[in-house]
């Protein structure tokens, strides 16, 4: 059995996740696909440190850390938030994003408590697209040519998905995540 969790970041985390971040495969996904300086990286860590409406996380299967979750625009008073996240690690193993995914809406809903969870994906990341389809989000909207990379511009799209799509969705993920992992060195208790 393993265990799955988001733990707390520290500043002996940083050279890591700056690695991560830095990757051209997670680069090219992200909304600012620039290589990010040392100094801008700790700046980002001493704000998320000190804010009131993100947070950061790091994901941990079994002591071993393989992505990161960003959990922004808290907004305690429509009790929605909006989310980020990624596998840094390219050796993880199969399913492990799908497991990031889960334990990340958990958190969200169960000892966050928000109601909402709000997502944006640029148009030509169709993994993030279908993967923000399988844990159950809905597509919202799409905002055209919202942001410039790359010399063009590019849609986002906009998914949302409530606590309540969340219990009724996670059943199914459950039963998919145990074929899967069961399938992989990974074994879990759901």
């Known amino acids: 059995m393993f265990n799955a969790l ?103 809903f169960k000892e966050l408590k928000f109601r909402k969870l709000c997502a944006e994906v640029i148009e030509t990341n169709k993994i993030s697209c279908n993967f923000h389809e399988k844990l159950g989000f809905n597509l919202d909207g799409i905002l055209r040519k919202q942001i410039k990379r790359n010399d063009r511009y590019e ?8 606590a309540e799509e969340w219990e009724d969705n996670k059943k199914q993920l459950n039963l998919e995540m145990k074929g899967h992992l069961n399938e992989t060195n990974i074994s879990r208790e759901i």
């Open 6 to 108: 988001l733990r707390d970041i520290f500043v002996d985390d940083l050279e890591k996740i700056l690695t991560w971040r830095n990757q051209e495969h997670i680069r090219s996904v992200m909304f600012n696909n620039n290589i990010i300086e040392w100094e801008q990286h700790i700046n980002w860590y001493k704000k998320i440190k000190n804010s009131k409406n993100k947070i950061s996380k790091i994901f941990t299967v079994n002591n071993v850390d393989y992505g990161i979750l960003n959990i922004y625009d808290m907004d305690n008073y429509s009790n929605k938030c909006s989310w980020g996240f990624y596998i840094g690690d390219k050796n993880a193993p199969k399913g492990t994003g799908v497991l990031l995914g889960y334990t990340a809406l958990e958190f969200v």
């Open 155 to 162: 849609d986002i799209y906009v998914y949302s998905l409530f």
